[in-house]
């Protein structure tokens, strides 16, 4: 993102990641940013930070850290998807509230989208045991999750300056 940590990115005047941080805090009491020690976070008012450990840099890492810290459900999604609504994260929830289920996740497109779920503690062994270099997709198919259907954009991410471009664009 041309030097500019990704969370604090502008889009339309705002920090990236305030946008599914908005999301987030319409549905849920309590809005957490899981990052490295070293990511640079724009303020966002009403929103934790907790740190993880510095290695492994896998989105694993951060998910099963908020499932540790937490020590109960969480929804989880990516501080670079600004499209995602409150409206989604209620179907996650909603999905995932009989909690037998150890993960109910987005699915756009027919692709899994691992970074936009409910990870229930039930998760953790699985997630802790995968292997560091596994595909994040693969490991969280292994918790054979509930799938819900999203629309495609709201699970786009904003990886580089084009895409940054391209979502102010576009952005409804």
Same mark, same amino acid.
């Given at each position: 993102?041309?030097?500019?940590?990704?969370?604090?990115?502008?889009?339309?005047?705002?920090?990236?990641?305030?946008?599914?941080?908005?999301?987030?805090?319409?549905?849920?009491?309590?809005?957490?940013?899981?990052?490295?020690?070293?990511?640079?976070?724009?303020?966002?008012?009403?929103?934790?930070?907790?740190?993880?450990?510095?290695?492994?840099?896998?989105?694993?890492?951060?998910?099963?850290?908020?499932?540790?810290?937490?020590?109960?459900?969480?929804?989880?999604?990516?501080?670079?998807?600004?499209?995602?609504?409150?409206?989604?994260?209620?179907?996650?929830?909603?999905?995932?509230?009989?909690?037998?289920?150890?993960?109910?996740?987005?699915?756009?497109?027919?692709?899994?989208?691992?970074?936009?779920?409910?990870? &229930?503690?039930? &998760?953790?062994?699985?997630?802790?045991?995968?292997?560091?270099?596994?595909?994040?997709? &693969?490991?969280?198919?292994?918790?054979?999750?509930?799938?819900?259907?999203?629309?495609?954009?709201?699970?786009?991410?904003?990886?580089?300056?084009?895409?940054?471009?391209? &979502?102010?664009?576009?952005?409804?």
């Amino acid at each position: 993102m041309d030097g500019t940590s990704k969370p604090a990115a502008l889009l339309r005047g705002r920090p990236l990641a305030s946008y599914p941080a908005a999301a987030l805090a319409a549905v849920c009491e309590r809005v957490a940013v899981v990052c490295k020690p070293s990511t640079e976070l724009p303020d966002l008012p009403g929103t934790e930070r907790w740190d993880e450990p510095e290695r492994p840099r896998h989105p694993l890492t951060g998910i099963t850290h908020a499932l540790e810290r937490a020590e109960e459900p969480v929804i989880v999604c990516a501080a670079d998807m600004p499209f995602v609504t409150p409206d989604a994260c209620l179907s996650l929830l909603t999905a995932a509230g009989g909690g037998g289920a150890p993960a109910a996740v987005a699915i756009a497109g027919g692709v899994l989208q691992p970074v936009f779920g409910v990870y &229930a503690p039930l &998760a953790l062994d699985t997630l802790r045991a995968a292997d560091e270099g596994a595909a994040l997709t &693969a490991t969280v198919e292994a918790l054979d999750p509930i799938r819900v259907a999203v629309p495609p954009r709201l699970v786009a991410s904003v990886n580089t300056p084009e895409e940054l471009t391209a &979502a102010e664009a576009t952005f409804t």
